[in-house]
């Protein structure tokens, strides 16, 4: 129950295309759903995240929709760029819990020139 | 501003050996702090966090262990490593008093390889 699926493990998307990338779970006491951004060698970064009282927060090009009622939120890069090329992690944690992040599996994603 | 500072970047040891990654924020008091792995092609695993000095969680029984001697240093130990002990570690530290409560800062992570 304390798990985050994640998919699709691996994307390619041309340039100016858009990425999509969603993930489940299952605990409904989870209450923050953030995204992080992981470039190789590098430590995750915070990218946008959500709190379930909405329904969709966009940021630039990086917009998280979540459904509430069906357990799942999802990450949709518009416009993607060879710079955004990464690997994105969702995650879930619940603020009775000291906070603890839940991670997802995570999603390379190459975006090809 | 807050930095955390984790090291060594890069690690080969044999099986069998001791381990000791160290981690230390700067620009915060009493925060967080967090030990993740990362396999290979996998997602990052928590380890253990600590809430305060001396105050250790674990989350999954494995080979290694945690320290926090100091307000803003954690250690990550193995008296004997295993093969499957590689992957990628990550030290994080969250704020606990102020500011963007939920939010995790990673350090740059240390790779370890266990031969």
């Known amino acids: 129950q304390q798990q985050v699926k994640q998919s699709p493990q691996s994307l390619i998307v041309q340039k100016g295309g858009i990425s999509i990338i969603n993930c489940a779970y299952e605990n409904t006491a989870f209450d923050y759903f953030p995204w992080y951004q992981q470039f190789p060698g590098k430590g995750p970064a915070l990218l946008i995240a959500i709190r379930p009282d909405v329904s969709e927060k966009k940021e630039g090009r990086f917009t998280i929709s979540f459904n509430k009622s069906a357990k799942q939120f999802s990450l949709h890069i518009m416009d993607s760029q060879p710079g955004d090329s990464a690997t994105y992690f969702c995650a879930a944690s619940n603020s009775g819990s000291s906070y603890k992040l839940i991670f997802g599996s995570g999603t390379r994603l190459l975006v090809r020139p | 501003s807050q930095t955390i500072h984790q090291w060594p970047a890069t690690l080969v040891q044999p099986v069998g050996s001791p381990l000791s990654l160290e981690c230390t924020v700067e620009g915060t008091s009493n925060p967080n702090l967090y030990w993740y792995r990362q396999a290979a092609g996998r997602g990052l695993q928590l380890l253990f966090y600590?809430?305060?000095?001396?105050?250790i969680s674990s989350e999954v029984p494995q080979n290694l262990s945690a320290s926090r001697p100091q307000d803003r240093q954690f250690i990550l130990s193995s008296k004997k490593l295993l093969l499957s002990d590689s992957g990628f570690y990550l030290c994080?530290?969250?704020?606990?008093?102020?500011?963007?409560?939920?939010?995790?800062?990673f350090g740059s992570g240390t790779q370890l390889s266990v031969l």
């Open positions: 994080a530290w969250r704020p606990k008093a102020t500011g963007p409560r939920e939010k995790l800062f």
């Open positions: 600590s809430v305060g000095i001396g105050q």
